[in-house]
């Protein structure tokens, strides 16, 4: 192998992580979190205070819903609020995006539920 083609492949492996890092918010779309299950535990909060500037369209009470299997997701979308306890659902999350996507265990968290039905 040439030093021109190692050099090439030393910059592609430096560039990859930073690739990574500007593309998270696109990987979270393009693989998003598909749940279904029994609902054990739904619980509101708030989630810090409201700023008219930076977050005038979110929502202060958000949802936490846990599963039977172990599994749960943080949202704001208010059609969890008609979720109760022993309802079978199936939701659409999103990763958390606040940190590098592989490293980062809190990554590979839910977020940005959205209720997408009933499951009977």
């Known amino acids: 192998m040439s030093w021109k083609a190692k050099i090439l492949v030393l910059l592609a492996l430096?560039?990859?992580p930073v690739v990574a890092w500007k593309a998270r918010f696109l990987?979270?779309?393009?693989?998003?979190i598909d749940h279904e299950g029994t609902?054990?535990?739904?619980?509101?909060?708030r989630k810090g205070g409201f700023n008219s500037r930076n977050e005038d369209t979110r929502q202060l009470n958000q949802f936490a819903i846990i599963f039977d299997?172990?599994?749960d997701c943080e949202g704001y979308d208010t059609s969890l609020a008609a979720v109760r306890e022993g309802d079978?659902?199936?939701?659409?999350?999103?990763?958390d995006v606040?940190?590098?996507p592989v490293l980062d265990p809190e990554w590979w968290e839910?977020?940005?539920?959205?209720?997408?039905?009933?499951v009977k």
């Open 14 to 16: 430096l560039a990859l």
């Open 27 to 32: 990987l979270t779309r393009l693989f998003p």
């Open 39 to 45: 609902v054990m535990r739904i619980a509101t909060f």
């Open 69 to 71: 299997d172990g599994f």
């Open 88 to 95: 079978v659902i199936r939701l659409r999350g999103y990763h």
């Open 98 to 100: 606040k940190g590098f």
């Open 110 to 118: 839910c977020d940005e539920a959205q209720l997408v039905g009933f």
